[in-house]
């Protein structure tokens, strides 16, 4: 199919994952520690059907596994965040990478800050504050700590993609191949997480295992795969508008499925959110 259509197709099943993750109802870290190692598998499979060469230089190798510790800690922020503000908030706050990788640009790459990007935060901010109810302290401790997770997943994923970027840039290495170490790396650091913070590998019922299958499968190796393959192929404004159909499914799901109740300032907040996130998407390219 055209790159367009890879990338909306791709984008549309990663807006699933909240959601899965909050259906499959196991506990966060055993959530991600399955989610990879299905992904690790499948990847796997593709890996072979597609007769990759497997090849990646020890700096490669390095990359990606910092790019696995980088994922696993955003699944930890990430999944906790899902079940304490719900799948919708929660992605469209770890959309909010954007903001953090070009802070990290600028400190650690000297890339500028323009006026076009602080117009972008503020007015993700803007529409945060409307989304929150404007009054922080009112807001249940559960809440506010969601917030905060869900920011700090936005603060771990820009570090996994500027990571993968490095990996990726000036080499052949193929975005499967790429996966499958990330996969990897990330399934054995949440596996050695799970009986450290008290979780259980324990998988209750046919329709969780079955929830864990399908965001493993549909969400993070068929999704990450067409989008992978179709980014680098399109224009980066365009790459950036059919992405953010991601975070704005996620929140309709939200809302379809678990009925979240939401009132007309949010949704306003919801779009403030949107332009910001894709304002500071364009700002970068």
């Given at each position: 199919p055209l790159p367009p259509f890879r990338l909306l197709a791709g984008s549309v099943c990663i807006s699933f994952?909240?959601?899965?993750?909050?259906?499959?109802?196991?506990?966060?870290?055993?959530?991600?520690?399955?989610?990879?190692?299905?992904a690790a598998l499948s990847l796997l499979v593709l890996l072979l059907l597609k007769r990759d060469r497997f090849a990646v230089s020890r700096r490669q190798l390095l990359l990606l596994c910092g790019c696995g510790l980088s994922l696993s800690l955003d699944f930890m922020c990430w999944h906790r965040s899902i079940l304490l503000v719900g799948p919708g908030l929660s992605?469209?706050?770890?959309?909010?990478?954007?903001?953090?990788?070009?802070?990290?640009?600028?400190?650690?790459?000297?890339?500028r800050i323009s006026a076009m990007?602080?117009?972008?935060?503020?007015?993700?901010?803007?529409?945060l504050f409307?989304?929150?109810g404007g009054d922080w302290e009112s807001l249940?401790?559960?809440?506010?700590?969601?917030?905060?997770?869900?920011l700090a997943t936005a603060v771990f994923y820009s570090g996994y993609i500027m990571l993968l970027k490095q990996a990726l840039t000036g080499s052949a290495l193929s975005g499967v191949t790429a996966m499958l170490v990330?996969?990897?790396?990330?399934?054995?650091?949440?596996?050695?997480?799970?009986?450290?913070?008290?979780?259980?590998?324990?998988?209750?019922?046919?329709?969780?295992?079955?929830?864990?299958?399908?965001?493993?499968?549909?969400?993070t190796t068929i999704g990450w795969t067409l989008i992978s393959s179709a980014i680098r192929e399109i224009p980066a404004t365009l790459a950036g508008l059919v992405l953010?159909?991601?975070?704005?499914?996620?929140?309709?799901?939200?809302?379809?499925i678990f009925h979240r109740p939401t009132t007309g300032v949010e949704v306003i907040g919801i779009v403030l959110i949107l332009l910001g996130i894709y304002v500071g998407s364009y700002r970068r390219e």
């Amino acid at each position: 199919p055209l790159p367009p259509f890879r990338l909306l197709a791709g984008s549309v099943c990663i807006s699933f994952s909240a959601i899965v993750i909050k259906l499959a109802g196991v506990a966060p870290d055993s959530a991600g520690f399955y989610r990879m190692l299905v992904a690790a598998l499948s990847l796997l499979v593709l890996l072979l059907l597609k007769r990759d060469r497997f090849a990646v230089s020890r700096r490669q190798l390095l990359l990606l596994c910092g790019c696995g510790l980088s994922l696993s800690l955003d699944f930890m922020c990430w999944h906790r965040s899902i079940l304490l503000v719900g799948p919708g908030l929660s992605t469209l706050l770890g959309n909010c990478q954007v903001f953090f990788t070009a802070l990290f640009s600028f400190l650690f790459l000297r890339q500028r800050i323009s006026a076009m990007f602080m117009f972008a935060v503020a007015t993700a901010l803007v529409g945060l504050f409307f989304v929150t109810g404007g009054d922080w302290e009112s807001l249940g401790h559960g809440f506010r700590l969601g917030v905060i997770l869900g920011l700090a997943t936005a603060v771990f994923y820009s570090g996994y993609i500027m990571l993968l970027k490095q990996a990726l840039t000036g080499s052949a290495l193929s975005g499967v191949t790429a996966m499958l170490v990330i996969s990897v790396v990330s399934s054995v650091l949440l596996g050695l997480v799970v009986p450290f913070g008290g979780e259980s590998f324990a998988i209750p019922d046919a329709g969780s295992l079955f929830a864990l299958l399908g965001v493993g499968v549909l969400s993070t190796t068929i999704g990450w795969t067409l989008i992978s393959s179709a980014i680098r192929e399109i224009p980066a404004t365009l790459a950036g508008l059919v992405l953010l159909t991601q975070p704005a499914l996620s929140f309709l799901w939200d809302v379809l499925i678990f009925h979240r109740p939401t009132t007309g300032v949010e949704v306003i907040g919801i779009v403030l959110i949107l332009l910001g996130i894709y304002v500071g998407s364009y700002r970068r390219e």
